[in-house]
């Protein structure tokens, strides 16, 4: 089913390329981008990440959130300053849209601070945050302490394209 609306975004970016010099339609080109990511579902859980404080909070029957760690609204610069290489490549965009659909399970509060975080390259958000990420063991389906282990690393990995293209074109200068 995510492969629909991969093609709906797609489309979507292809049909609004001549709107993307223009700053004012930038966010609401990035919105469209990023509806079709979230409404695809979780179809890219890989690996199964949660946060040690959603966990805790899971325990205690609050609410958690899925984070899309990837950032699929930046991400979205990165194809449409480069249609040549990752919209008008069909494979390549398709790579990106499920790698976009990544998400981690995080409590509400770490979603939020995550969300407001623009000044840190993406794959070290968690890092920079201290945000403490558990890995679910495989063939495991719930989220508990037994059921998970200590991530190795804080720091997600991330396409080299991707963490240049932030560093020139979105995270600030000092």
Known sequence: ???????????????????????????PITRLWYVCVHASGL????????????LRDKEKGLPISDDHCYAPEKR??????????????????ENLFFESTRTIKVSKEENK???????VPVHQRYAHLGIILRERKEGNNRWTW??????????LEQMEDFI????INILPTE
Request: proline share 8%; with cysteine; charged share 25%.
């Open 1 to 27: 089913m995510w492969k629909h609306y991969c093609k709906i975004g797609h489309d979507t970016l292809v049909a609004n390329l001549h709107n993307w010099k223009q700053q004012e339609y930038r966010r």
């Open 43 to 54: 179809p890219n859980p890989n690996p199964p990440l949660i946060s040690e404080q959603a």
């Open 113 to 119: 601070l995550l969300s407001k975080l623009n000044n």
């Open 146 to 155: 037994d059921n998970t282990i200590p991530y190795e690393n804080n720091v």
């Open 164 to 167: 240049e293209y932030e560093r």
């Open 76 to 93: 979205c610069y990165m194809i449409m300053d480069n249609p040549d290489k990752y919209l008008f490549d069909y494979d390549t965009f």
